[in-house]
């Protein structure tokens, strides 16, 4: 059964066209990533997928259910953008309040809160009001909101939006170590950081679906993204292009991206250091892969 299915959804506010005519068909595995410009419909699709909206033509199914439908409540839960803490009260008495509110009983609520407020490493921060909070643990907090009742998919909206490169990194570890029993779909800006989550990548443009790319090789290809120190560039090309497996060879700009059958079994990174050694070339970067920005943006 598809994780989530849209046939022909679109919405419009008014006049506004937010999303037009997206059909997707997303499987469960690692987190999915959603990409595109402001304006997209990002907040919408989450919305829709949510249930907090309706859609004005289309059909939305998660795991084989109409979105917002009584069968998913518990099971589809969401950190939304602009997710704001009560400021009188404490993280715990938040959290069990949202326990509260899936039926648990009191206690049930509280041991609840404070099974997730674990899972976001902000145990000792329990009995802290939002104001001692700095805005990577308030995220976390919210995060842990989102983890209530064990959701089988949880959609993060930018969950690293303003946070410093170090709580970014703590949101990401979350996100990992609970993608064994969680689905996430994440919306973001930051390229680099879907690409270590995530291995689907939905792109939205305009309302519209601009692409859906698995990220996980499909085609047995396998990629290289080489910048050189200096070359000779055309020369260097043909040269890599001439070595065993290599499929193709880009140029953009000062950058290399060098497609090569996986299965050939051949070192091609050495083949590459056994090269430049013997022209005299420098390189400055291999990396294994190729950026999300390439996939997108080709
Ligand atoms: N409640 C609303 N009423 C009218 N127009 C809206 C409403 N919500 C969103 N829109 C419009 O719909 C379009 C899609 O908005 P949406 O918030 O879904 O985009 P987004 O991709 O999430 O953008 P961002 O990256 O800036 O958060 C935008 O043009 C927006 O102005």
Partial sequence: ?????????????????????????????APIGLVGPNGAGKTTLFSLLCGYILP???????MGHKAGSSELLG????????????????????LSFFARLQGMPKMAAKEEALRVLALVDLSSSAKLKPKSLSHGMGKRVAIAQALIGEPKLVLLDEPTAGLDPVNARLIRQIVKSQSINTQFVISSHNLEELEKLCDQIVYLEQGR????????QQDGSAYLTLVMKQADYPALVSAIKALPSVLDVTNKEE??????QAAANVD???????????QGWQYKMLLKGRSLEDTLFA
Avoid at 56 to 62: K, P, V
Avoid at 75 to 94: H, K, R
């Fill in 1 to 29: 059964m598809m994780l989530i299915e849209c046939q022909q959804v679109s919405k419009h506010y008014g006049d506004k066209l937010a999303l037009d005519k997206v059909s997707l068909s997303l499987s469960a595995g």
């Fill in 75 to 94: 099971l589809v839960s969401a950190l939304p953008q602009d997710a704001a803490l009560d400021p009188n009260l404490t993280v715990l008495e938040q």
């Fill in 268 to 278: 091609l990174e050495q083949a590459l250091f056994s090269l430049f050694s013997t």
């Fill in 56 to 62: 004005s033509e289309g059909d939305i199914r998660i």
């Fill in 255 to 260: 950058q290399l991206l060098i497609s090569y």
């Fill in 209 to 216: 679906l601009a692409q859906s790319v698995s990220l996980a």
